[in-house]
């Protein structure tokens, strides 16, 4: 899931959660905006912490290394 899924869930459930007041019989509207807004706030986290365990800029990548060979 991606970052654009995430946000679109977290709108959606947002919209369901908090804007729609429409019974519907059998199913609660706002649980259901609730757990998409929980699924969206996950997936957004699990894709911002993929995202960042392949960036440039985090844990040294990218940083030369030099071995220093001693002669005698």
């Known amino acids: 899931m991606g ?3 995430s946000v679109f869930l977290l ?3 947002a919209i369901l959660a908090f ?3 429409v019974s519907v019989q059998g199913l609660d509207l706002e ?3 609730v757990i998409l807004m929980i699924v969206g706030a996950i997936g957004l ?7 960042s365990s ?4 985090g844990r040294g990548a990218g940083r030369d290394t030099v ?3 001693e002669r005698f």
């Open 31 to 33: 649980t259901v905006g």
């Open 19 to 21: 804007a729609v007041d």
């Open 54 to 57: 392949f960036s440039p800029y």
């Open 3 to 5: 970052i654009g899924v």
């Open 67 to 69: 071995v220093r060979e």
């Open 11 to 13: 709108a959606v459930g």
């Open 45 to 51: 986290l699990l894709s911002a912490l993929f995202l």
